[in-house]
């Protein structure tokens, strides 16, 4: 299909690519709403996880909370992608921002009152995860349409940069504000983040893209929208394996990292050195989203698929050698290694998929890569009793390098060049 780059060598509309991403105006406000939706976001799961805690005291109350936005997330995931592929994509964002902002008010408006009960909570946080299912493909899809097509990976370095380093500056003056104004204030923050950040989408200025005509004697519709998509996803085997590798990689790495991980943490050097292992992956992403901007390797894709094994390393440290200054260097490592992997991702989508279908592909990217996570938080767990947590560690070490190495033996995904325009 000649559309697999999807026209994004006119991709903003703005100027040429002469300055860089930055020397595009709507990409300039597209990094500035998504870092201050970050900013108000990394706030607020600190804040709820008081807030609950303040009302129950209950750990359970806490993961029902949790878990509700998780569900309604990947339940919403496909539609937020049909959503973001039917309706101009800005215009989307703006909506979410403002409904997020409205979902987040309510809750802190409830907990600042004393009103708060655990039912009420989680029906906000459905509503909190039904939005952002809405926003994510559709943030995800309009970077091509912000800059040309040469410029895609700098501005996806950028975003990540500006993700990063929101996530880990909001975490850290959230729980700053947690702790001197109480947690319902917190979420007054991320509420006013996100309705911030609905403001700054309205000053994107994008050209309005044409709607696909339907095949004839066929009438769109929600279903048919989902299965083009579908085709879309699947007629390229490099984007099916890459997400069928981070379906496993995902449910190993974060049933080892967040299960397991304060298990060691525990049993050895402590709760709050934990705190500073985290960090130092946040840093690693940092480090590795600035590596990616200078960094551009032909068969970048291939590159990264290949680098998603060096995320054994933390897990295997874990499991073999939990003192603290391996762990810090071992999750900076692997933090580099998924940025990397993360900026080159984006690219290749964002150049091979046509622009009308590009959200719903990212949407069936994201169930597929996250549907296994909570199978993997479950099993780990059980896993430990049983076998010992070393030796579990090390088994999610080796299922991350197996998953890697399968991906990356397939010749669709070792073959594609950030260059060229054949989709597979």
Same mark, same amino acid.
């Given at each position: 299909?000649?559309?697999? *780059?999807? %026209? ?51 750990? =359970? ?52 009152? @004393? ?22 493909? &559709? ?17 996806? =370095? ?15 003056? @959230? ?27 309205? *000053? ?5 893209? +044409? ?32 997400? &069928? ?46 590596? =990616?901007?200078?960094? *551009? +390797? ?5 590159? @990264? ?10 897990? &295997? ?41 590009? &959200? ?7 169930? %597929? ?20 947590? +070393? ?19 397939? +010749? ?13």
């Amino acid at each position: 299909m000649t559309a697999d *780059r999807g %026209g994004a060598s006119s991709a903003s509309g703005d100027v040429p690519t002469r300055g860089g991403p930055l020397a595009h105006p709507s990409f300039r406000w597209l990094l500035a709403a998504r870092t201050t939706g970050i900013l108000g976001n990394a706030v607020a799961p600190i804040a709820l996880a008081f807030a609950v805690l303040d009302l129950t005291g209950s750990a =359970a109350d806490l993961g029902l909370v949790v878990a509700a936005r998780s569900v309604a997330n990947v339940a919403v995931l496909l539609f937020g992608g049909v959503i973001a592929d039917r309706l101009p994509r800005d215009v989307v964002l703006v909506g979410a921002s403002l409904a997020a902002a409205a979902t987040q008010a309510v809750v802190a408006a409830l907990v600042i009152t @004393g009103t708060a009960t655990i039912p009420t909570l989680v029906v906000m946080s459905v509503l909190n995860g039904a939005v952002a299912a809405v926003s994510l493909p &559709a943030a995800a899809a309009l970077v091509p349409e912000t800059v040309p097509a040469d410029l895609l990976r700098p501005a996806n =370095a950028l975003l990540r940069l500006g993700l990063n380093g929101g996530s880990i500056v909001g975490a850290s003056a @959230g729980a700053g504000l947690v702790a001197v104004i109480g947690p319902g204030w917190g979420l007054a923050v991320d509420a006013a983040g996100f309705a911030l950040a609905g403001a700054l989408y309205t *000053r994107l200025r994008l050209p309005r893209r +044409p709607r696909a005509a339907p095949e004839a004697g066929r009438s769109p519709s929600v279903l048919g929208d989902l299965r083009d998509g579908w085709q879309e996803f699947t007629r390229r085997s490099w984007v099916w394996i890459v997400v &069928a590798q981070f379906a496993v990689l995902n449910a190993a790495f974060v049933g080892a990292t967040t299960v397991l991980g304060p298990v060691v943490a525990d049993d050895s050097f402590g709760r709050g050195a934990w705190g500073l292992v985290i960090a130092a992956q946040t840093g690693g992403l940092a480090l590795g989203a600035l590596i =990616a901007l200078r960094w *551009r +390797p032909r068969r970048g894709l291939a590159v @990264g698929v290949g680098l998603m094994a060096v995320t054994a390393v933390p897990v &295997a440290t874990l499991g073999l050698a939990p003192q603290l200054p391996a762990l810090i260097a071992a999750f900076a490592l692997g933090g580099v290694a998924l940025e990397i992997f993360a900026i080159t991702w984006d690219q290749s989508l964002q150049s091979r998929i046509p622009r009308e279908a590009l &959200a719903r592909v990212y949407s069936y990217d994201m169930v %597929g890569s996250f549907v296994a996570i909570p199978l993997g938080e479950v099993l780990v767990g059980p896993a430990a009793h049983v076998f010992g947590t +070393p030796s579990t560690l090390v088994a999610c070490a080796v299922v991350i390098v197996a998953a890697s190495a399968a991906a990356l033996a397939a +010749p669709s995904v070792r073959r594609l060049t950030l260059d060229d325009t054949g989709g597979r």
